[in-house]
């Protein structure tokens, strides 16, 4: 299973684009200069009034396929 790491700083605004169907995804460079795209959904349990702020590490199975996400600071 592949794993990497996410710095994510998206605002509270931002995120409310999901739910008028502007937005499904986050893209975003990984700490190792990958650049992934995931669903927003991943994310929603992480969401605060300031939007989604911190590390994830992200992990992917054998088939590149999102298995989870976890905040680690």
């Known amino acids: ?5 996410l710095n994510v700083a998206l605002p509270a605004s931002k995120y409310e ?3 008028s169907g502007a937005a499904k ?3 975003a460079s990984s700490l190792d ?3 992934v795209q995931l669903p927003l959904s991943a994310f ?13 590490e992200v992990e992917f199975d054998d088939m590149n396929k999102l298995v989870a ?3 680690i600071r």
């Open 33 to 35: 200069g990958r650049k």
């Open 44 to 56: 929603q349990r992480f969401v605060t009034h300031q939007g989604i702020y911190g590390f994830f």
């Open 1 to 5: 299973m592949a794993k990497i790491v």
């Open 69 to 71: 996400v976890t905040k």
């Open 25 to 27: 995804n986050l893209v």
């Open 17 to 19: 684009a999901m739910y």
